[in-house]
């Protein structure tokens, strides 16, 4: 899907006018399916954008794999017709910053595509992020007892990079003898736009159990212990981190025509795609306390990043993290690992949504909002639990299975609805159980800023609100994602002296939406039984374990 949005604002038409130069900062998101690209003033408004879609490839189970060339191909294209949609000049533009998924590029030693399968052609060498290959590997580190899990709520996840690097030395040997480096994607695409190799401190705090405020911020003894003892000799991640924000350097030649810039744009330190989407909504308030604030980046999975002044240890929320998106302030994320994915899902197992076409979504939400606004639960029986790809939060279970209850034969529309209907509330739910691990943790969340594609949903944004009791607040800004990396592009550049200044002028709220007290009875049942399911399923995988 390609988009274009163009705005000219007062200011900017006034300084045009008058013959002054106006500072331009693209911010470039690398989701799962396509990237993107928006181009923004320094006062935060969008003045074009673009999309590209990305190949991904399904090997086996478990197995998602993508291609770096493909990935940077896309971004080059989205950027080329942002630009040509603002209408601004390419020796504009000052500076650019990447978002990415948390998915991991390998290269070999010459810097080319390494495959991340045996059995792969040498272009799939990024292993995507909700690529599973790794459980064997991440329980092992969990097993470790290594202080290192302290810092990501205690348990390994698949999802990060230690597992998946591991699974490539241990099951794909011959990669492993050829490796030259190892990039989150996010520092990727830095290099590949300036040549320089260095880090955000982002993603290898997240991801590859880096400790940035440690003095010695790799642990020696946890990298021995699984065997990545080479770690850092095999994937070139020392132990100097660039802040968010912080200048890599400027475009390459080559780049730059890849890009239809110019070798004077500067790219800045980057992050992961969610952690962009917090500061892109959070980026207002940050000179200020934000106990009660949570943002939520909701698509085809769920984040959720809250931000506290000191280190705080959840059980079963990654973090705490020192400066992944902001320096200064420590990061709590968790989240659900499919969520909109969920909703594709149900759709492809009821019969009824083939009818309904490429608006089953909108027609769907629409017929629940009806039921739902006249103060009725569509479907008190039918409960879900939404862990279809395990658990990521608050319980830290890759093995997590989903569940339906309260299944007749009904195959009607009507019984679509009500599917979709309890789908809905159990991601919602989701939502509300771990703002609960937080809040009895030092947060006193109350309100979230709400972005992704689940924001463009009326039906899910007033869901959000009356399931968890919380204020929900969109961004001023119709790219929050994208924003959060033109703020990183607009510090690096040097036209603000920090992304707390930054966010003051760029970062904006948006529509806030209260939650309706009177439906907090009904969700408060359907949250209890939520809850009791999740006992049952433990349960039921005791006495399986017992009879095996």
């Given amino acids: 899907m390609v988009r274009f949005f163009k705005r000219l604002d007062r200011n900017q038409a006034e300084d045009e006018e008058a013959g002054d130069m ?9 989701g799962t399916d396509s990237a993107r690209a928006g181009l923004f003033d ?58 990415a998924t948390c998915s991991l590029v390998i290269r070999d030693r010459s ?30 580190c969990s097993r470790s007892g290594e202080s290192v899990l302290d810092y990501i709520g205690g348990v390994m996840s698949p999802e990060m990079e230690t597992p998946k690097l591991m699974w490539l030395k241990r099951h794909h040997p011959d990669a492993w003898a050829r490796i030259g480096a190892a990039f989150d994607l996010c520092d990727f695409l830095s290099w590949r736009a300036t040549g320089d ?46 802040p968010v924000g912080a200048a890599v350097g400027r475009l390459s030649e080559a780049a730059a025509e890849e890009l239809g810039l110019t070798a004077d744009c500067i790219v800045g330190a980057g992050l992961i ?77 009821h019969p009824a949504a083939r009818d309904l076409g490429g608006e089953a979504h909108r027609t769907l939400s629409q017929r629940i909002m009806e039921i739902y606004e006249a103060g009725q639960d569509p479907a008190p029986r039918l409960h879900v639990l939404p862990d279809f790809h395990g658990n990521r939060s608050p319980l830290a279970d890759a093995e997590a299975l989903g569940v339906i209850s309260g299944l007749s034969t009904d195959l009607s529309d009507e019984s679509l609805v009500h599917l979709y209907w309890a789908t809905a509330c159990a991601v919602a739910y ?31 944004r007033k869901l959000y609100a009356d399931a968890t009791g919380c ?66 399923r433990r349960e039921i995988d005791r006495m399986t374990q017992l009879d095996a």
């Fill in 197 to 242: 190799d260095r880090r955000s401190v982002c993603a290898v705090t997240c991801k590859w159990t880096y400790l940035a405020h440690e003095t010695e911020p790799w642990s020696r003894s946890y990298l021995r212990r699984i065997g990545l003892e080479d770690l850092s000799e095999k994937t070139g991640a020392d132990d100097n981190m660039l």
């Fill in 430 to 460: 989701g939502l509300r159980h771990i703002i609960e691990h937080m809040n009895a943790q030092g947060y006193t969340i109350d309100t979230l800023h709400l972005s992704g594609g689940h924001a463009a949903s009326p039906f899910l």
């Fill in 111 to 140: 810097m080319k595509p390494l495959n991340v399968s045996p059995d792969a052609a040498p272009n799939w060498d990024t292993i995507v992020w909700m690529d599973h290959r790794a459980k064997a590997e991440a329980e092992e």
């Fill in 471 to 536: 204020s929900v607040v969109l961004s001023g800004n119709a790219e929050p994602v994208l924003l959060g990396s033109a703020m990183v592009a607009a510090t690096a550049a040097g036209t603000y002296a920090s992304l707390a200044e930054a966010g003051k002028t760029m970062a904006t709220d948006g529509l806030t939406l209260e939650a309706n007290k009177t439906a907090r009875l009904l969700h408060n049942g359907r949250y209890a039984a939520f809850l009791q399911m999740h006992e049952h």
């Fill in 273 to 349: 795609d969610a952690h962009a989407g917090a500061l892109g909504t959070l980026g207002a308030h940050l000179d200020a306390s934000l106990d009660g604030r949570l943002a939520v980046i909701a698509g085809t999975s769920t984040c959720t990043m809250g931000l506290a002044p000191e280190a705080r240890f959840i059980k079963g929320i990654w973090g705490p993290y020192s400066g992944a998106v902001v320096d200064g302030w420590w990061l709590n994320e968790g989240g659900q690992s499919i969520s909109g994915a969920l909703f594709d899902y149900i759709l492809e197992l």
């Fill in 22 to 30: 106006a500072d331009y900062f693209f911010g470039v998101d690398v």
């Fill in 42 to 99: 320094a006062g935060g408004a969008l003045l074009g954008s673009d999309a590209h879609a990305i190949r991904t490839s399904r090997p086996r189970q478990d197995f998602v794999e993508q291609d770096s060339e493909d990935i940077w191909h896309a971004v080059c294209t989205a950027v080329r017709g942002a630009v040509a949609a603002s209408g601004v000049a390419a020796g504009e533009v000052r500076g650019i910053g990447f978002d």
